[in-house]
């Protein structure tokens, strides 16, 4: 039996709202709860992921409210 879970994410950042596009962060559980990073650029027809793996300390930080 498959069962799915849906985790409220902890978070999602504008990291260089400055530049076209635009960068985010996006942090979250995968699906076995571990926490990733998720960076993605956002243009007018939607957003592109170029980039996940699992958090790293340097993005830790936001969790706190605390920005590198």
């Known amino acids: 039996m498959s069962r799915s879970v849906v985790v409220p994410l902890p978070g999602v950042y504008d990291i260089d709202a400055d530049h076209e596009p635009r960068k985010g962060l996006c942090i979250g559980p995968d699906p076995a709860g571990n926490l990733v990073e998720l960076l993605y650029l ?27």
């Open 42 to 68: 956002q243009f007018t027809d939607g957003d592109l992921i170029i980039h996940a793996k699992a958090l790293r300390p340097v993005f830790r930080t936001y969790l706190s409210g605390d920005r590198p």
